[in-house]
């Protein structure tokens, strides 16, 4: 099934440091959303942004979204350790089903 | 707080023995999904509803079955459960429906032995 790949895998900064992570889909996309999750912990919301939008910010979030290529970036701004999570991709490329997830990049903000 | 409340949280079971996870909502949407998150995969949709005993099958559905006779009630069901199907399993709602953001219970771990 289409789902979108997050690059890198693995992320490890030091804080204060800024943190860029990309995600890759294949099909048409009504809007992309980024989640974060925490070890041993549910998904949460961070970010949408739709296909007709091409940057969105939230607090230290900034996301871009690049409908030609195919690509979407997540950049957290001044890393915080509390920011250590693994953050997933998400779209909705077949209309009327539910979100397709990508498989995570784990990120390590260390102090 | 999306109210989204999943029991049992962990469960140990053994190969071949029925199991079935509950989620509960306080909130009364219509929108309910079931995930599994295993390393290497990140998280697979199971099964999905669209309303009371309004169901489909999703990427990985094959060895579940689901219920939704109350709204507030998506039940998954492991009818004979294997070592393939120890996992963390998710259960999220959308408010606003398909494509829209979701809210993610805090998972049920399962370890089938």
């Known amino acids: 099934s289409q789902q979108g790949e997050e690059d890198p895998q693995a992320l490890s900064i030091q804080e204060g440091e800024n943190a860029t992570m990309n995600c890759s889909y294949k099909?048409?996309?009504?809007?992309l959303q980024w989640y974060r999750q925490n070890s041993g912990r549910g998904l949460v919301h961070l970010i949408l942004?739709?296909?007709?939008?091409r940057e969105k910010h939230s607090g230290r979030l900034r996301v871009t979204l690049d409908t030609s290529k195919k690509s979407s970036s997540l950049l957290i701004t001044a890393s915080r350790a509390a920011d250590t999570a693994s953050y997933f991709c998400a779209t909705d490329a077949q209309a009327g089903t539910a979100l397709i997830f990508g498989k995570g990049t784990t990120l390590s903000v260390s102090s | 707080d999306a109210g989204i409340t999943q029991s049992p949280r962990h469960k140990v079971t053994e190969t071949g023995t029925p199991v079935t996870l509950r989620c509960h909502q306080t909130e009364n949407h219509r929108y309910m999904y079931w995930y599994r998150q295993d390393p290497g995969h990140g998280l697979r949709l199971i099964h999905y509803?669209?309303?009371?005993?309004d169901t489909d099958k999703g990427e990985v559905s094959d060895g579940y079955s689901v219920s939704r006779s109350k709204t507030e009630d998506f039940l998954l069901t492991l009818e004979s459960a294997t070592s393939s199907q120890t996992s963390v399993y998710f259960c999220?709602?959308?408010?606003w429906g398909p494509g829209n953001t979701i809210y993610f219970g805090e998972g049920s771990w399962l370890t089938v032995v």
């Open positions: 099909t048409s996309i009504n809007n």
């Open positions: 509803s669209y309303g009371v005993k």
């Open positions: 999220a709602i959308s408010p």
């Open positions: 942004i739709r296909s007709n939008e």
